[in-house]
């Protein structure tokens, strides 16, 4: 087999070039999966609202707060209690306005984790989980 000289760049130089173009030209949006999905809970005594998969804070907390307000039927009257990005998180009240929020990576171990917040208030019942939601990956 005869070898010539002076053609092509060598398979090293090939796979190095070919690499580099998959960097250079990998589009610059983020894919599934990438970017926020924030969510929040409020509350007031008596009332919640919840939200998820929004893509900042700031639009999580304004859905949560606006859902609360209009279950309480007063604007401004709720409080978020938690927020949290692709992750999920949890409110849990008592019987006398005590009350315990927790964010985690299940609904479940959010759920827990608020419920035994708001039992270190000591409630004179164990305190109930009247919301736990997550916000998924987006």
């Excluded at 690499?19 to 990438?34: C, Q, Y």
């Excluded at 604007?75 to 938690?82: M, P, Q």
């Excluded at 270190?120 to 919301?131: F, G, Q, R």
């Amino acid at each position: 087999m005869e070898r010539r000289k002076g053609r092509g760049i060598g398979w090293p130089a090939l796979l190095l070039c070919c690499a580099l173009a998959g960097i250079a030209v990998r589009p610059a949006h983020a894919g599934p999966g990438d970017g926020p999905s924030w969510g929040a809970i409020a509350s007031m005594h008596g009332w919640y609202g919840y939200s998820i998969n929004h893509p900042s804070r700031d639009a999580a907390e304004l859905a949560a707060r606006a859902q609360c307000d209009r279950a309480a039927g007063r604007s401004g009257a709720c409080a978020v209690r938690a927020y949290f990005d692709r992750s999920c998180g949890a409110l849990a009240i008592g019987n006398h306005g005590e009350w315990g929020t927790a964010t985690a990576a299940t609904a479940g171990a959010a759920g827990k984790s608020a419920a035994g917040r708001c039992e270190s208030h000591l409630p004179t019942e164990p305190c109930k989980v009247v919301v736990g939601v997550c916000s998924p990956v987006r």
